[in-house]
C-alpha cells in the first residue's frame, strides 16, 4: 500500500470545524482513502473513506483532491470528545483484497473548550 | 459497536509462562485480525485469518499462535511470553459474510493490555 503523510499534531478549539490534511502522491487508481481514529484508552475506529468523490456520513466530510494526491478530513463542529489520533490509511481494493491496515503515526488532534 | 469482545482486558504474567487471549465476535465477519500496538510504532499486523482454520502470517508474528475454530472467535497464543510481548493487543474483524459489497472496513476490540514481567 501507498504511503501516506499526515502532520504530527492539530489543535482546535471545541465548536469550531477541522480539517485534517493527509497527502497521499503516490496513490494508485485503485486505492481508496481510508479514516479512522483512536480515542485514549480504546480501540481505532473507523471514520469515512473514498474513492475519487467527496464524502460525507454522520462523523465527518472527506475531501479528495481532483488529482488524488491529497485529501482532506473534515470536522465540521469539534467536541472535546473528537480528541483522538486520525490515522490516514490507503487500501488497494483491487479484486476484492482484505487485509491489514497499515497505520502510521497518524494527527493527534487536541481539542480545547 | 462491531460486536465485539476481547478477554481478558487486563493481565499481568512472568516471562516464560504461556499467554492466551480471546477475540469473539457476534456480527458473522469472515476476516479477523490480531493487532499489537507499541510506543512509536503505531499498529502492526501479527496475524490474522481469512476462515475458519485459516490463517497468515503479519508483519510481527515471531513469538505468537493464532487459532480459529469458529467463525467467532479467534485466539492468539504467546507459547512462552517474553518482556519484549509488554503490549496492548487490539483484535479487529471486517468482511460480514451476508455482505455482497466489498467495504473492508474494519471494527477494532477494546484492546488487552498485557504486562510481562
Known amino acids: 500500500d501507498a504511503k501516506t503523510t499526515q502532520p504530527n499534531s492539530m489543535e482546535s478549539n471545541e465548536e469550531e470545524p477541522v480539517h485534517l490534511p493527509c497527502n497521499h502522491s503516490?496513490?494508485?487508481?485503485?486505492?481508496?482513502i481510508h479514516w479512522y481514529r483512536q480515542l485514549p484508552s480504546q480501540g481505532p475506529e473507523y471514520v469515512i473513506h473514498?474513492?475519487?468523490s467527496n464524502v460525507n456520513n454522520r462523523m465527518a466530510s472527506l475531501a479528495i483532491a481532483e488529482d488524488r494526491k491529497s485529501s482532506t478530513l473534515i470536522l465540521h463542529r469539534a467536541t472535546l470528545r473528537d480528541a483522538a489520533v486520525y490515522y490516514c490509511?490507503?487500501?488497494?481494493?483491487?479484486?476484492?483484497?482484505?487485509?491489514?491496515?497499515?497505520f502510521g503515526k497518524g494527527t493527534k488532534l487536541s481539542v480545547k473548550p | 459497536d462491531a460486536g465485539i469482545t476481547q478477554s481478558p482486558r487486563h493481565k499481568v504474567t512472568e516471562t516464560g509462562t504461556p499467554v492466551t487471549l480471546r477475540c469473539h465476535q457476534t456480527?458473522?465477519?469472515?476476516?479477523m485480525y490480531w493487532y499489537r500496538q507499541d510506543p512509536g510504532h503505531g499498529l502492526r499486523l501479527i496475524h490474522y485469518?481469512?476462515?475458519?482454520?485459516?490463517?497468515d502470517k503479519g508483519e510481527v508474528s515471531d513469538g505468537y499462535s493464532v487459532s480459529r475454530s469458529k467463525t467467532e472467535d479467534f485466539l492468539l497464543t504467546l507459547e512462552s511470553a517474553t518482556s519484549s510481548q509488554t503490549s496492548v493487543y487490539f483484535c479487529?474483524?471486517?468482511?460480514?459474510?451476508?455482505?455482497?459489497?466489498?467495504?473492508?472496513?474494519?471494527?477494532f476490540g477494546p484492546g488487552t493490555r498485557l504486562t510481562v514481567l
Open positions: 479487529a474483524i471486517s468482511g460480514r459474510l451476508e455482505d455482497s459489497d466489498f467495504t473492508d472496513t474494519q471494527y
Open positions: 503516490t496513490i494508485s487508481g485503485t486505492d481508496y
Open positions: 473514498g474513492l475519487t
Open positions: 490509511i490507503l487500501r488497494d481494493h483491487y479484486g476484492g483484497s482484505q487485509g491489514n491496515l497499515i
Open positions: 456480527e458473522n465477519h469472515r476476516y
Open positions: 485469518s481469512y476462515g475458519v482454520k485459516d490463517t
